[in-house]
């Protein structure tokens, strides 16, 4: 019976700081919707490229092409080449690529091309024949058939395609080539999962704002808005960018394929790109309003409750800036080590690396020690642990120095060069990596000035719900009147307890009494010489002192 008072006492709590005013109501309705409307953008983003990739994997799989090669995407100025790499390009002292198309070579030497020993099937080791050829048979797109084409001794030399719009023969040459577009399809359809996963972050973040009336959670989502917003214009561009390979590679006479393989795809990813792009920027104008006047509204409760000197209040700025890392690193590390990790698991580079059991481990040791370090970090200020922030700054440098050293590997570095997504996700979580442990160090330098027990008066006045307007300006232990006029004290001792009448001046019977007691809970660092803090609890004439929640 405890537990649910205590859960149904949480809702409620959690019920009224949603809607202590219009702002905070406004501020979660917009949060709700926003989140159910980018969810279904991303999810019908995400069953777009399914589709295209589902058809692509299927024309792989019947022309019985090794998905443990790497496609290289050569650009220079009207100059197209695509060349599959048995090795990461640049990493062999002989040359591991091979040229499946050269926009400068004339067609008919296109079509002649053939697979060479090593990029067969037949060629792969047979422990990568089941976890590296793309998909199951029958998974190409509804309408659509796919038969294999073999010529006298049974190879295959490509596929026969029958669709309600025409039928093609996609060659061999041509199958090689959709290696690439498999590729493409695959990290875009890892793009938007992530995004779609993020979209509940935020909301949760959001919540998490208004009930623990959370200034860093603003931040945090105010920047991760920011860096949403400025993908979602990068993408239209890439998008049109990747149409336009898409055609040299696959459409045109010139190509090996011939075949236009995906008709609907690129206008309808963004026939929801353009919406989502609409929605990121209403979405940041409405949010960073209402962040700053939440802000604004939080702070100013906040420095009332405790009224804390300038040179707290410039410590607890780096206090807050610390925690929006924290926040920020949560998200985009965890984001980061899965794209990472999944590139491990089901990509080309998985028979070419050669210390994926090394990845794997940092990947384990990361996502088991995140949270807690996060955690910690914001304990560590809080208590001004000295032992706790050695702790912390120790697991952020062997963070930093580790995923720095990742660069060092060429699987890391080649997919970090060819996936911008990926790239955009380390590089983010490198900085805001890196400003946590700034940020961690300044708030060292300045442990035993005062933030610590500024945080917890402040904490223990917000749990009791202490509002400043009940209380005069002048401290509890000084007679005489209020600095409005309306009230006069009467103090009493008594032990270690106090307790004082608040009397109309006109002479009528107090009604509203005041219970202040030593909190004990502040004596968690005996080594310190802190002051005593006292807790003031306002209630009917009678009531018995409530004991404070432990920090």
């Known amino acids: 019976m405890g537990i649910s008072d205590d859960v149904l006492r949480t809702v409620h709590s959690a019920y009224l700081r949603i ?76 040359d591991s690529c091979v040229t499946i198309y050269d926009s400068e070579v004339s067609t008919a030497l296109n079509a002649n091309w053939t697979a060479p020993v090593g990029y067969r099937r037949a060629d792969v080791p047979y422990a990568f024949h089941n976890t590296l050829l793309t998909k199951p048979k029958g998974t190409a797109n509804a309408g659509t058939t796919l038969q294999a084409f073999r010529n006298s001794t049974g190879a295959v030399t490509g596929v026969v395609m029958l669709t309600k719009h025409g ?54 989502l105010l920047s991760m808005r920011i860096l949403e ?34 008709p609907h795809y690129f206008h309808t990813r963004l026939s929801f790109q353009i919406p989502d792009l609409v929605l990121n920027v209403t979405g940041l104008v409405c949010t960073s309003c209402m962040a700053w006047l939440l802000i604004k509204m939080y702070s100013i409760q906040t420095f009332k409750r405790v009224g804390p000197p300038n040179k707290v209040v410039r410590i607890y700025r780096v206090f807050l800036t610390l925690r929006v890392a924290l926040h920020l690193s949560l998200f985009l590390m965890t984001a980061a080590m899965g794209l990472w990790a999944d590139q491990l698991i089901s990509g080309p580079i998985e028979a070419i690396s050669s210390r994926t059991g090394l990845y794997n481990a940092l990947f384990i040791f990361t996502v088991v020690t995140l949270a807690p370090w996060c955690f910690m970090g914001s304990f560590a200020v809080r208590r001004e642990n000295k032992i706790f922030m050695a702790v912390f700054l120790s697991v952020c440098f062997t963070y930093i120095a580790t995923w720095s050293i990742m660069f060092y590997s060429d699987v890391y570095r080649w997919t970090w060069l060819q996936w911008p997504f990926f790239a955009s996700m380390s590089v983010a979580s490198f900085v805001v990596l890196t400003c946590a442990g700034v940020f961690a160090i300044g708030c060292l330098l300045n442990f035993n000035k005062g933030l610590a027990h500024y945080l917890h008066v402040e904490g223990v006045l917000a749990q009791s719900d ?31 307890t106090h307790s004082m009448d608040i009397v109309d001046i006109s002479g009528s019977p107090p009604s509203r009494s005041l219970s202040i007691k030593k909190d004990s809970n502040w004596d968690f660092d005996a080594a310190m010489d802190r002051p005593s803090i ?8 009678g009531d018995r002192f409530k004991e404070m929640p432990h920090d």
């Open 229 to 262: 917003t400025t993908w979602s214009s990068y993408t239209i561009w890439r998008t049109l960018d990747i149409q336009h390979r898409f055609q040299i590679l696959v459409v045109d006479d010139s190509s090996p394929c011939r075949a236009d393989l995906f």
């Open 19 to 94: 809607t202590y005013s219009r702002l905070t109501l406004s501020f979660f309705a917009f949060s709700t919707i926003y989140c159910i409307v980018q969810g279904i953008i991303q999810s019908l983003l995400i069953n777009t490229d399914l589709g295209a990739d589902n058809l692509v994997a299927a024309i792989l799989q019947e022309g019985e092409v090794p998905h443990v090669n790497v496609p290289w995407h050569i650009q220079r100025g009207n100059e197209t080449t695509l060349k599959i790499c048995s090795e990461i390009p640049g990493t062999t002292w002989y």
């Open 167 to 220: 039928d093609a023969f996609l060659s061999e040459q041509c199958t090689r080539v959709l290696l690439y577009p498999h590729q493409i399809l695959r990290n875009s359809k890892r793009e938007e999962i992530i995004l779609l996963v993020g979209q509940f972050w935020f909301f949760g973040i959001s919540i998490c704002a208004l009930i623990f009336d959370s200034i860093p959670h603003l931040l945090a």
């Open 466 to 496: 202490f509002q400043p307007e009940l209380f005069a300006s002048r401290d509890l232990e000084n007679g005489g009147h209020s600095a409005s006029g309306e009230i006069r004290r009467k103090l009493s001792t008594k032990g270690s």
């Open 534 to 541: 006292y807790i003031v609890e306002l209630g009917a004439e």
